[in-house]
């Protein structure tokens, strides 16, 4: 008996030590006295394995014993399996900060670090903007009109636009822009998302684009010529980075700029000769001037030694001799303004090199790093306005809608939807307002950028793909009346572009966090390249001590031992102690990917991608967390709370069950997922009873509807009649009065105090009021009510040959 329980002390000893990574010192000293005490006590074969094990630790563990002969073997090893980092993939790990995604990696998250950011909102001036400027800019747009009549905003929204200030958003005000935090950009964006073509040509120069790569590395003179001019609208900028055979491989770049002299006015300029074929460029048909990305080759050696300088940026005006640009691509649901740039023997002088000739081959680590930021803002603002709008329409539309005398949105078949798009818009305009709170506190977040960008589109997709399926022929049914069927047709063009989600989701997310944000991949990689074994030699241990760590930790919290403490009230508590058991987890089976599978795992998308579901997930339930911790909560706020985080951490434990089910190492796969998940799996999907009340609160007028709606465009002045949002808000205020009313009047058709042949909603209704079952002032507000519910369920329908682009091509049928 003594022997197993000094075996079991021994044991919870190491599991400590292990946890608190405390070092092989402190477990060579806990298993030598344990192996000691095992002798003293008459348990010598006890104490000899003990003995043997403090052995084996101290030789592996105690730094003057390992280098002697383990450290150079490993080393060595290392060499061999460790994946060879491109220099565009340097570049890349380079760019940007690591921040709470850090944390997440290391498995022992500090979220005293997370809330340190604290999230204040914005100031006066930017919500004045908000409140403002971006109610009337959404107000003079008609969806109809700018997707099929003119194919563009209209002049007068141009002008505003400029006017305003809309595109010098990023832009400092000693140029002339509004110098608004990244906060506020979000939440304008959010606004606009009423109509995508408005958002899309507000959002796109503000994040890809000239600005913002002036702002870090132009020279003082284009800083002072262009930054005042893309501010005030006087230049309207596009970006030409992508072709027919680069897009998601940016760096496969075929187009050139060949480093040359030319004659201009009797003088000889040294400058670039361009040749290149850009598709997909967002303003390029209107853009006054062109940021371009090529390949910069210098064969005579006018600037140096080197031929192949990489890929430069440079800005260049739209009237250059020898740019083609002007014709259009037709984006699919959305007219915003996108086509192709062709240059053929484009000569510009060398200064057009955004930063100047010091700048020439640094334009991959340019475009990564403003990537990095603007990933994080513009298309995930997009997706959460767009879900939020789509939330307000659905709801109201679920209660108004009636179907077998009920509002469908007292039918559990349309709540489960309601409630699912409420999660998702909670869970995605949490993460795009503190990752932006992050960008305004100094981070540029790199792996969140493509953690916001893949899930928060994909978020937009099953939030459209809901609203379509419960609005039904309402939504199918295209025409000025339809606020949702222009944009539903337009989201794949969210999934595509700025990194398409494929891409992002099996290569960049795990992929490049794996090296960017564990705390000794990096330092690792440096030693192999730098040669330097005692520099491997601290990282490597250190790792291994991080191995360890989030073992015990996983394995210990997964039995509900030893929980972490966290700053968040009893509502919240729980998810956050479970996202550090997670992320123990994710932490250890990250090593043990890379470890296993060393650079083939660079081929292993499946894998990648199940790792970085984990990771996308840990990282949106803590973002909604910190939501939740500095946000004034409303009633009803903690159902959608407990709905969303059991949503993001069920999709956290199905990736690592798909992981441990296709790992191929199934030996390790078994070990790893009795340390992960010991007790199985500690989360469902979200009950019926939290979708019950949550697709109540947010099909009736409540603080919960009214806080997720915040921000957004529904005022129910004058210009209602283009404001589906007001008017179903207004339309839900008067529903409780309306409610009883139906419930009555249905009561009494069901008895037979109605006549039968009353069959339409109306005739009902002055049934029951000749019958003096309602009064005369109800009456007059059921007429009302009826009336503008009926005008919200209507379609639109249009002359025969109304759709035909050429009238002499329609079939005139015979119809007789």
Not at 76 to 81: A, C, E, Q
Not at 360 to 388: D, F, K, N, Y
Not at 414 to 424: D, G, K, S, T, V
Request: charged content about 20%; overall charge negative; proline content about 5%.
């Amino acid at each position: 008996m003594l022997p197993l329980l000094l075996i079991i002390l021994t044991i919870i000893g190491l599991l400590v030590i292990m946890r608190r990574e405390a070092g092989s010192i402190a477990a060579t000293g806990m298993t030598g006295i344990a192996g000691l005490i095992g002798i003293l006590i008459g348990a010598p074969l006890t104490g000899v394995i003990l003995l043997i094990v403090t052995a084996i630790i101290a030789a592996c563990g105690l730094p003057a014993l390992r280098r002697r002969w383990l450290t150079p073997r490993l080393f060595s090893l290392f060499k061999t399996v460790a994946p060879n980092v491109s220099d565009t993939e340097r570049a890349a790990l380079d760019a940007g900060s690591v921040g709470w995604d850090g944390e997440l990696f290391t498995g022992r998250p500090n979220w005293n670090q997370l809330m340190n950011q604290r999230f204040d909102g914005v100031n006066e001036e930017e919500q004045a903007f908000i409140d403002h400027q971006c109610h009337v800019a959404a107000g003079m747009c008609n969806a109809w009109e700018i997707a099929r009549e003119r194919t563009d905003l209209p002049a007068e929204l141009w002008d505003y636009l400029k006017r305003e200030g809309f595109f010098g958003m990023i832009i400092p005000k000693e140029y002339g822009g509004l110098g608004f935090s990244a906060k506020a950009q979000s939440l304008v964006l959010q606004k606009l998302a009423v109509n995508e073509t408005l958002m899309v040509t507000v959002g796109v120069p503000n994040s890809l684009g000239p600005g913002e790569l002036l702002l870090k590395y132009g020279t003082q003179q284009q800083k002072d010529h262009y930054l005042p001019r893309l501010a005030d609208g006087r230049e309207l900028p596009c970006f030409g980075l992508t072709g027919p055979r680069a897009g998601s491989d940016a760096t496969a770049l075929p187009d050139t700029g060949i480093v040359c002299k030319q004659v201009i006015d009797g003088q000889e300029v040294l400058g670039l000769r361009l040749n290149f074929e850009k598709r997909w460029i967002t303003l390029a048909p209107i853009a006054t001037v062109i940021g371009l990305a090529f390949r910069m080759f210098d064969p005579d050696g006018l600037l140096g030694d080197t031929q192949d300088l990489g890929i430069t940026c440079a800005l260049i005006p739209r009237q250059t001799p020898g740019i083609d640009i002007g014709r259009r691509h037709h984006p699919i649901g959305s007219p915003f303004m996108n086509g192709p740039i062709k240059g053929k023997d484009v000569f510009v002088p060398i200064d057009t090199i955004i930063g100047g000739p010091e700048m020439a081959g640094q334009g991959w680590r340019m475009l990564v790093e403003c990537l990095s930021v603007g990933r994080c803002i513009t298309l995930p603002s997009g997706a959460t306005g767009t879900a939020r709008y789509a939330l307000g329409w659905t709801g109201g539309f679920a209660r108004l809608r009636r179907q077998f005398n009920l509002p469908i949105a007292e039918m559990e078949g349309i709540q489960e939807p309601l409630a699912r798009m409420a999660a998702l818009t909670y869970i995605a305009q949490s993460t795009v307002l503190q990752t932006a709170n992050m960008i305004d506190h100094g981070e540029r977040p790199a792996v969140p950028s493509a953690i916001l960008k893949s899930q928060l589109t994909e978020f937009q997709r099953r939030v459209l793909a809901d609203a379509m399926d419960v609005h039904g022929g309402k939504a199918v049914t295209l025409g000025p009346r339809n606020y949702l069927g222009i944009g539903y047709s337009a989201n794949p063009v969210a999934i595509t572009v700025e990194g398409a989600n494929i891409m992002t989701r099996n290569l960049m997310i795990f992929g490049q966090g794996a090296i960017r944000c564990h705390p000794y991949v990096l330092d690792e990689l440096a030693a192999k390249d730098a040669n330097d074994v005692q520099a491997f030699d601290k990282a490597i241990f250190a790792h291994a001590g991080l191995i360890f760590g989030n073992a015990a930790r996983a394995l210990t919290q997964g039995l509900g031992i030893g929980k972490t403490t966290t700053p968040f009230d009893e509502v919240a508590a729980p998810y956050a102690q479970d996202v550090a058991r997670l992320s123990a987890g994710f932490g250890l089976c990250a090593d043990a990917a890379m470890a296993s599978l060393g650079s083939r795992l660079k081929s292993r998308e499946m894998l990648s991608a199940r790792l970085g579901d984990v990771l996308s997930n840990l990282y949106l339930t803590s973002m909604v967390l910190k939501q939740w911790h500095e946000s004034d909560n409303v009633e009803g706020e903690a159902t959608l709370l407990h709905y969303s985080c059991r949503f993001l951490l069920y999709r956290a434990e199905q990736a690592f069950v798909e992981l441990f089910d296709n790992f191929p190492n199934r030996g390790m796969a078994r070990v790893l997922a009795r340390i992960v998940m010991p007790l199985g799996r500690h989360w469902h999907q979200p009950t019926d009873d939290l979708t019950r009340e949550i697709a109540q609160a947010v099909s009736r007028p409540t603080m919960l509807r009214e806080k997720l709606l915040d921000n957004t465009w529904d005022y129910q002045g004058s210009d209602q009649r283009d404001n589906p949002l007001a008017r179903y808000n207004a339309l839900l205020e008067d529903y409780p009065r309306a409610e009883p009313l139906y419930r009555r009047i249905d009561k009494a058709y069901s008895k037979g105090e109605i006549d039968a042949d009353a069959l339409h909603p109306e005739q009902r209704l002055e049934a029951a009021y000749a019958t003096g079952l309602i009064s005369e002032e109800d009456a007059d507000f059921m007429r009302d009510f009826e009336a503008r519910v009926l005008d919200m369920l209507t379609v639109d329908d249009f002359a025969f040959d109304a759709f035909a682009l050429h009238r002499d091509k329609v079939v005139e049928h015979d119809i007789a």
